[in-house]
């Protein structure tokens, strides 16, 4: 079993749409949550960095983490065609030692006209 | 502007010549890393380093060697490269422990 565990995909929407992506998790050392945002051809770009549980909001973007279930989300408010990329979710814990993420196959986002 | 560069962007070579990907950040972050991203099985971290002269392996480390003599420089040295490291390398930078990255644009690399 991985360590997280992100469903591929790929995910089509109407413009507009309220996304919901997901992670789950094994780990209950992770306490740093992050998602990535990678289009094609291109270096995944950081998108939302939370630490512990709650949810964070960044304009169109809520990240939410509940370690209880060892869950997080990303929720896309009013999805746009510009939003067409793959999302990462990428954690790690604080193991004293450098930084090391460990990260989903990531989910193919397609949002359509 | 902020940035990490990898070179080059894309290589095809052939199994067991040496090659070298370079990797530079203008942050100055204190870590490095590189991943190589397959399909289906994500990004994977190879080595990473914690400062200049400090590094370590990473989930996937065999077959690759790396070296930092320098905070802005860490590149990555395949000494003979095989098929099986044919993918696509990502080089970040991250400026604390808590790991968010900054990555590069990316080297595909193909060995045939």
């Known amino acids: 079993q991985k360590e997280v565990e992100q469903d591929p995909g790929p995910l089509s929407v109407p413009e507009g749409a309220i996304v919901s992506l997901n992670c789950t998790y094994s780990?209950?050392?992770?306490?740093?949550f992050m998602w990535y945002r990678q289009y094609s051809r291109k270096g995944p770009e950081l998108l939302m960095y939370?630490?512990?549980?709650g949810n964070k909001e960044d304009g169109r973007f809520t990240a939410q983490v509940d370690k209880s279930s060892k869950y997080i989300s990303l929720f896309i408010r009013d999805s746009q065609p510009s939003d067409s990329a793959t999302y990462l979710c990428?954690?790690?814990?604080?193991?004293?030692?450098?930084?090391?993420?460990?990260f989903g196959t990531g989910t193919r986002l397609q949002v359509t006209l | 502007e902020a940035q990490v560069t990898q070179n080059p962007r894309y290589l095809i070579t052939v199994t067991g010549k040496k090659l070298t990907v370079t990797c530079s950040q203008n942050?100055?972050?204190?870590?490095m890393s590189w991943y190589r991203q397959d399909p289906g099985l994500g990004l994977r971290q190879i080595y990473y380093?914690?400062?200049?002269?400090?590094?370590d392996k990473g989930d996937v480390p065999e077959g690759y060697k790396v070296s930092r003599k320098e905070k802005r420089n860490f590149p990555l040295i395949l000494e003979s490269p095989s098929p099986n490291q044919t993918s696509l390398y990502f080089c970040?930078?991250?400026?604390?422990?808590?790991?968010?990255?900054?990555f590069g644009p990316g080297t595909r690399l193909t060995v045939t």
């Open positions: 939370t630490y512990s549980s």
């Open positions: 990428a954690m790690s814990a604080n193991t004293g030692t450098a930084s090391k993420l460990t």
């Open positions: 970040a930078s991250t400026p604390n422990r808590g790991g968010e990255q900054y």
């Open positions: 380093s914690m400062n200049v002269e400090v590094t």
């Open positions: 780990n209950s050392a992770f306490q740093y």
């Open positions: 942050m100055n972050h204190e870590y």
